[in-house]
Nanobody, 123 residues
């Protein structure tokens, strides 16, 4: 059973930066494909980013965050990160870490979810 724990959310002014972390336990980390989703009240959870570094591929990003967010991973720490820069009020959401043993895509989320971490961007 994979267990994902996020951290790093908070409140920031527009234009600021935040770093989200997600640590995985219960599975060999290098075998997991990981990604990030976000959700605002009344809306469906939406894809943000997914990485397949180390699996011979590149990362994928939602158009709304491309150029501002970067996904990365530290295998030694069993942790993935979401580096969020130039934050906008519309980035306000609960951010969820997601993982499985297949590539995460905008239309295919993995089985395992973290508890979520709130990000609030004020104008």
């Amino acid at each position: 059973q994979v267990h994902l724990v996020e951290s790093g959310g908070g409140s920031v002014q527009a234009g600021g930066s935040l770093l989200l972390s997600c640590t995985a336990t219960g599975r060999t980390f290098s075998s997991l494909f990981m990604g990030w989703f976000r959700q605002t009240p009344g809306k469906e959870r939406e894809f943000v980013a997914a990485g397949i570094e180390g699996h011979g591929g590149s990362s994928e990003y939602a158009e709304s965050v491309k150029g501002r967010f970067t996904i990365s991973r530290d295998i030694a720490k069993s942790t993935i990160y979401l580096h969020m820069n130039s934050l906008k009020p519309e980035d306000t959401a609960v951010y969820y870490c997601n993982g499985d043993d297949f590539i995460i895509t905008p239309i295919r989320a993995g089985t395992y979810w973290g508890q979520g971490t709130q990000v609030t961007v004020s104008s």
